[in-house]
């Protein structure tokens, strides 16, 4: 379902981001639940990818699971795991490098900043990485530095570079890389099932970016996304299209 090769996308590999009308096979349609907000709603689809992610790498309450990245995805995997998954707080660290950032996890996880605190003797079962882009390089050589013999690594970033891998310790210390991206029709249910739940509601909140774009033209739309890729602030930036 999810590893259609040539599955066209939005905006990616299709035209058509602010199109108007979506022709979609209506048995594929899942209602919204009236009492999660529209601005909630926008939160499914990443959402969606955390609980196929968790999914396919089925961490346990034993297990030591830690989150490279401050970053929205970062967030709703440590949301997910604290709040659905029962992880207490100790068992799940969360390495980034923004204190502002990382304050929005501080009910949900353990804390480090990479830049100022010493990591020199973490480790962990399963390690995700939540960041990608230009700076993935750096966050797999992390998520590498975290491993304990045996665990995992889950790639939810996505980056156009080719970062390198030190295979030495891949290969000696027997871990295991997964990418994880695309979800399926069940964890769309999952979500919505799981933003349902009110006291939810309150900590999703906090990843919506309070600065919200009405967009009426394209001049708006670029508008939107300069201030996506400038901001400081943590959450989704969220648009209406009028």
């Known amino acids: 379902e999810n590893l259609y ?10 035209d058509g981001l602010a199109r108007h009308y979506l022709t979609y096979p209506k048995e594929l349609l899942i209602p919204v639940p009236d009492i999660v907000t529209d601005d909630l709603a926008c939160l499914t689809e990443p959402l969606s990818i955390i609980f196929h992610s968790l999914d396919s790498m089925s961490p346990q309450y ?11 995805m ?3 995997l ?5 709040l659905h998954y029962k992880f207490p707080k100790n068992n799940l660290p969360v390495y980034g490098i923004r204190n502002a950032k990382l304050a929005k996890f501080s009910h949900l996880a353990q804390t480090i900043n990479v830049d100022t605190q010493d990591i020199s003797n973490q480790i962990a079962n399963i390690v995700f990485e939540a960041v990608g882009g230009p700076e993935m390089q750096r966050t797999l050589d992390l998520c590498l530095r975290l ?7 889950g790639v ?14 891949v290969v000696n210390w027997g871990i295991t890389m997964r990418g994880l991206t695309r979800s399926t029709y ?5 979500s919505l099932i799981f933003m349902s739940d009110p006291q939810n509601q309150k ?9 919200q774009f009405q967009i009426r033209s394209t001049s708006n739309l670029k508008s939107a996304f300069d201030y996506a890729a400038t901001t400081q602030l943590p959450g989704r930036v969220l648009m209406t299209f009028t």
């Open 78 to 82: 440590a949301l997910v795991l604290h």
């Open 62 to 72: 034993h297990h030591k699971v830690a989150i490279v990245g401050d970053g929205t």
């Open 156 to 169: 939810i970033g996505i980056s156009d570079n080719r970062p390198s891998l030190g295979i030495s310790k």
């Open 5 to 14: 090769p040539g599955l066209p996308y939005l905006g990616s590999t299709a």
């Open 74 to 76: 970062a967030y709703l």
């Open 203 to 211: 900590f999703l909140q906090e990843f919506i970016n309070p600065q």
């Open 186 to 190: 069940a964890d769309y249910e999952q």
């Open 147 to 153: 491993c304990a013999p045996g665990s995992e690594i």
